[in-house]
C-alpha cells in the first residue's frame, strides 16, 4: 500500500509559532539593545516565558547571560519515546489534567527484539510488550498526544520527517533529540519530569549555556560523511567537551551538506555532552527537505523570515555574534574515523586504524556490521551503502560479517523498498530489522553464537558504544563509524581492512576486488513513499472517555506514589551505599536491554539499579559490603537498607550519569532511598534529572576528599536545609564518621541550585510540588 502522495497530517500543530516567536525576539531586542546573538541563543530566548525576569534578573543587566541566567522556557512541543515515556505519562497523569499543553508525541521504538528480522520481531515485540503499547496508546489518546504505534519508525527519524522545523524548540525524552537541530530546531534531551512540565505549561529551566561554534569549511568528497564530521569532532573534544554548551555549526562547509547528513552530526552532539547542537536555516538543504517530507509552507514561512533583513531575522545568526570557543574543521581535509571500543570519543583515522588494531590488541576479525538507526538511515546513507553493495555484488562478493539494516522510520524503508535498495541489500544476504531502535539499546538476540563474556568485535553506524549496549555483553567492542565504512568492511570482516586503500580477494582466487567510493542520493527523486497506513499516528485531538489500561496485578506497569518530602532539617545518619569507581553512565545506574520491560514499574526496575557499577572498596561490579561485613549486590544492599529506614549517598568521580536522558537513573536510586549524590563532576541532564526527584547533587569542592570516603561511612549535611530555603551557588560540609575507625572529618562540597529546584528537593519531587500546585 506505498504511495508517494502522502500528506503529512495536521501540518498547522506542526508550524512553529513564528509571529508569537517574532513577536518575543522584539522584546528581547529591546532587552538587550547591544548584544550580537548566536542563532542558538535566538530561538532559544524567543521562546522565554518571561524574557525580562530570565535575561536581567540575577546577570549583570544582560551582559553575563551565558552560563549564569536561568532561563524559563517555554518549549512548543514534546516527543517521547516509548520506554521513557511511560515513566514521563504517569506522571502526567498525577497531576489531573485533561490533555497536554503543547502539542506532543509517542513512539514506539525501543521495546522492538532485533533477531530474525522485522516480519517476524514486529509480530513478536507487539505481543509481548502489549500491555505497555494499550497504556501508551490509551493514555495518548485521552490527552490529544500523536501515538505512532511499533514499526512507524525511530523518535528522531519521525520527529526530522514530521516535527522538527527551523527556529522550534522542542524538548524529547531522549539523549539524542537534538537531531531535530539538523532542520534548524533547539531540541532538547531531557527526563520524563521535564517532559512533564512543559506538557502542564510550567516554564521549563535551562542555566543558559554557552555557545561552542564549530566552523565547517570546504567540502565533504568521497568516502567523507557527515558522520565522519561527529566522529573526528568527539575525538577532539571528549564526551565532556560539549557539557554546558549548545554546538553552533556555521561557516561556509555547511552548504554542501544534507539536511539528513546535519542530523547525524546534531544527532552525536550527545556523545560530547552538548546541550544541543544546530544547523541555522539552509535553503539549499532544508527547502527541499521540508517540500519532500509534504511541508512545503513551513519552508516558506522559514525561507520569508531568513530573508528578511535585520536585527528581527530569527533564523539567521548576527553577523557579529560570538561564540564562546570555536574549532574549525575543513571538510575537504576531513578522513573516515573509527570510534571506539567503549567510548564515542576514542577516535581513529582511518588511515592509521589498522596500526591502532595491532597496537591494542583488538580482533582482527568482527562477527557484525550494522547501519541504519536513528543516527544514519537516511536516504543518503542508505543509497550509498547501496553503491558499494552493488559493486561487491557485481564482483560475486557477499559480506564475511553479519549485515543487519536498520531502518529509521517506515517512510524510509518503504522509500528504500519501492527504489530496489532493500532488495540489493537483502540479495546479498543482508538482514534487514524493524524499524525500530533494536540493536541500538541491546535489543539484539545474536544469533551467531559469540557467547556472554567473550571478547569480540562489531561495527556499526549507531552512535553510543559503552560497554553491554548492543548485546548485553561488556566485551563486545562497538566500533562506531559510517553506514559507508561498516558495509564496505562487512565484506572483509576484518577490522584492519581498509576500504580506501586494500582489496578484497575475488571469490575465484583470480584477482582482486576495490571499492570505488559511495555514491548515493540525497532525496529520492519519486518522492518518500508513505508505507503503511497501519503505521501512521493518531490524531491529536484529546479523548476524555478514554480509560487508561494499567492492570492493577501487572508486573510492567505500576501507578506512582508521590516521594515522602525533605525533612524538616539536614540529612543525618545517611550511609554510604558504594563508592564508584570510574565511568558512571546512565547505562550503570539503570541498565536497558531486558530491562527496558520495567520502566514503567518503578519497584521492578529498580531491581537493575547501579549493577554495572564497580565499587572502589571490593574493585569489582556490582559487589558491596554492608556494616555487618556481610556482601550483597548494590540492590540487595539499597533494598535491605531501604527497608531498615537507612538513607544512603553515592560517592563517584567524573561526569557522574553521562550518556542518557534516562530519569530512571535517578528514580530508582531515590525510590530505594538514596538522598545525595557526590560526585566529582556531573552530566547535565542526569544532575537536572536527580533534583526534580530530590535527590541532592553535589560535588567535591576538592577532588582528592574521594580517597577519604569509603562504603558505609555515615554521613551528615551541615548548612543544606538553610541553603534549599533559599537557592544559589556556594559550599556546604557533609560531616563524615568513618565506618571502620573513630575518625570523623568534614568534606566541603558545591551545590548550585535554582529556587525552583531548592522548591522540587524541600516537596519531595518536581512532581510533588506540581501537584500540589494544580491543586491550589
Ligand atoms: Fe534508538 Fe539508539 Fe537512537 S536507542 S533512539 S536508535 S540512539
Known amino acids: 500500500s506505498d504511495s508517494t502522495t502522502a500528506v503529512a497530517s ?52 544582560g551582559t553575563d547571560i551565558r552560563g549564569r541566567a536561568t532561563l524559563k522556557l517555554k518549549p512548543d512541543r514534546v516527543a517521547m519515546q516509548d520506554a521513557s515515556a511511560q515513566m514521563a505519562l504517569l506522571q502526567f497523569m498525577t497531576c489531573n489534567l485533561p490533555s497536554t499543553a503543547v502539542p506532543a508525541s509517542i513512539h514506539c521504538d525501543h521495546m522492538i527484539v532485533g533477531e530474525k528480522g522485522a516480519d517476524t520481531d514486529l509480530p513478536n515485540s507487539i505481543a509481548g510488550n502489549k500491555e505497555v503499547y494499550d497504556f501508551l496508546e490509551s493514555a495518548a489518546k485521552k490527552y490529544g498526544i500523536e501515538f505512532w504505534p511499533p514499526g512507524a519508525g525511530i ?48 516554564p521549563w529551566e535551562l542555566k543558559a549555556p554557552k555557545v561552542r561554534g564549530v566552523r565547517l569549511e570546504g567540502k565533504l568528497s568521497g568516502w567523507a560523511s557527515p558522520k565522519d564530521v561527529i566522529l573526528h569532532l568527539a575525538g577532539k573534544l571528549t564526551v565532556r567537551g560539549g557539557t554546558g554548551y549548545i554546538v553552533e555549526y556555521h561557516g561556509p562547509g555547511v552548504e554542501s551538506l544534507s539536511c539528513t547528513g546535519m542530523a547525524t552530526i546534531c544527532n552525536m552532539g550527545a556523545e560530547i555532552g552538548a546541550t544541543t547542537s544546530i544547523f541555522q536555516f539552509t535553503p539549499s538543504a532544508h527547502v527541499p527537505y521540508l517540500h519532500s517530507t509534504h511541508r512545503g509552507s513551513i519552508a516558506e514561512q522559514a525561507a520569508a523570515i531568513a530573508a528578511s533583513p535585520g536585527p528581527h531575522n530569527l533564523l539567521v545568526a548576527d553577523s557579529g555574534a560570538e561564540y564562546d570557543d570555536e574549532v574549525v574543521i575543513n571538510l575537504s581535509e576531513l578522513e573516515p574515523h573509527i570510534n571506539g571500543p567503549f567510548t564515542p570519543d576514542l577516535s581513529t583515522p582511518l588511515s592509521v586504524f589498522k596500526a591502532a588494531v595491532s597496537a591494542n590488541h583488538w580482533p582482527e576479525t568482527f562477527g557484525a556490521g550494522l547501519i541504519g538507526s536513528c543516527t544514519n538511515s537516511s536516504y543518503a546513507d542508505m543509497t550509498r551503502c547501496e553503491s558499494l553493495v552493488r559493486q561487491a555484488s557485481a564482483a560475486g562478493l557477499k559480506p564475511k560479517a553479519d549485515f543487519f539494516i536498520t531502518p529509521g522510520s517506515e517512510q524510509i524503508r518503504a522509500t528504500v523498498d519501492r527504489d530496489g535498495t532493500m532488495q540489493t541489500f537483502e540479495q546479498a544476504g543482508g538482514m534487514v530489522l524493524a524499524n525500530a531502535c533494536g540493536p541500538c539499546i541491546g535489543q539484539w538476540s545474536r544469533t551467531d553464537g559469540v557467547s556472554k563474556g567473550e571478547d569480540n568485535a562489531i561495527f556499526t553506524s549507531y552512535n553510543r558504544n559503552f560497554p553491554g549496549r548492543n548485546d548485553g555483553n561488556r566485551k563486545t567492542m562497538n566500533f562506531l563509524a559510517s553506514p559507508e565504512l561498516v558495509t564496505a568492511m562487512s565484506y572483509s570482516g576484518r577490522t584492519d581492512f581498509n576500504p580506501v586503500t586494500d582489496s578484497l580477494p575475488l571469490p575465484d582466487g583470480k584477482g582482486v576486488f576495490h571499492f570505488d567510493p559511495p555514491q548515493g542520493t540525497d532525496l529520492p527523486s519519486a518522492g518518500f513513499a508513505a508505507g503503511n497506513p497501519l503505521f501512521q499516528p493518531t490524531p491529536p485531538t484529546p479523548d476524555d472517555s478514554i480509560e487508561i489500561a494499567i492492570d492493577p496485578a501487572s508486573d510492567r506497569l505500576a501507578v506512582l506514589e508521590p516521594f515522602e518530602p525533605f525533612p524538616q532539617g539536614e540529612l543525618t545518619g545517611m550511609r554510604v551505599l558504594v563508592k564508584v569507581k570510574g565511568q558512571c553512565t546512565t547505562d550503570t545506574i539503570s541498565a536497558a536491554g531486558p530491562w527496558l520491560k520495567y520502566k514503567g514499574h518503578l519497584p521492578n526496575i529498580s531491581e537493575n539499579t547501579l549493577i554495572g557499577a564497580i565499587s572502589a572498596d571490593t574493585e569489582a561490579v556490582n559487589t558491596v559490603t554492608d556494616v555487618d561485613g556481610s556482601t550483597h549486590t548494590i540492590p540487595e544492599l539499597a533494598t535491605l537498607w531501604k527497608e531498615a529506614g537507612q538513607p544512603w549517598i553515592v560517592v563517584a568521580e567524573h561526569n557522574y550519569g553521562e550518556g542518557s536522558a534516562r530519569e530512571h537513573a535517578a528514580l530508582q536510586p531515590r525510590y530505594l532511598g538514596a538522598r545525595i549524590v557526590l560526585a566529582k563532576s556531573f552530566a547535565r541532564i542526569h544532575e537536572t ?25 555515615e554521613v551528615a549535611t551541615e548548612g543544606l536545609y538553610d541553603v534549599l530555603r533559599n537557592g544559589g551557588a556556594g559550599e556546604v560540609n557533609l560531616v563524615v564518621k568513618k565506618s571502620k575507625s573513630a575518625e570523623e572529618f568534614s568534606v566541603p562540597v558545591k551545590f548550585n541550585l535554582s529556587k525552583d529546584q531548592c522548591g522540587f528537593i524541600l516537596a519531595g519531587s518536581a512532581l510533588n510540588l506540581l501537584s500540589q500546585r494544580s491543586k491550589g
Open 689 to 713: 534529572n536527580l533534583k526534580k526527584q530530590g535527590v541532592v547533587p553535589l560535588t567535591f569542592a576538592d577532588e582528592a576528599d574521594y580517597e577519604r570516603l569509603s562504603g558505609c561511612d
Open 155 to 202: 523518535i528522531h527519524q519521525a520527529v526530522l520527517e514530521n516535527y522538527a522545523a527551523p527556529g522550534l524548540m522542542m524538548l524529547g525524552t531522549d539523549s539524542h533529540t537534538p537531531n531535530a537541530g539538523g532542520l534548524g530546531a533547539i531540541a532538547i534531551g531531557v527526563g520524563g519530569a521535564d517532559a512533564v512540565d512543559a506538557l502542564v505549561d510550567a
Open 10 to 61: 495536521d501540518v498547522s500543530s506542526r508550524t512553529p509559532p513564528y509571529p508569537k516567536l517574532l513577536r518575543r525576539l522584539h522584546e528581547v531586542r529591546r532587552l538587550l539593545p547591544t548584544r550580537s546573538l548566536t542563532l542558538a541563543e535566538k530561538i532559544l530566548f524567543s521562546h522565554l516565558d518571561n524574557p525580562e525576569e530570565s535575561l536581567l534578573e540575577g546577570t549583570n543587566n
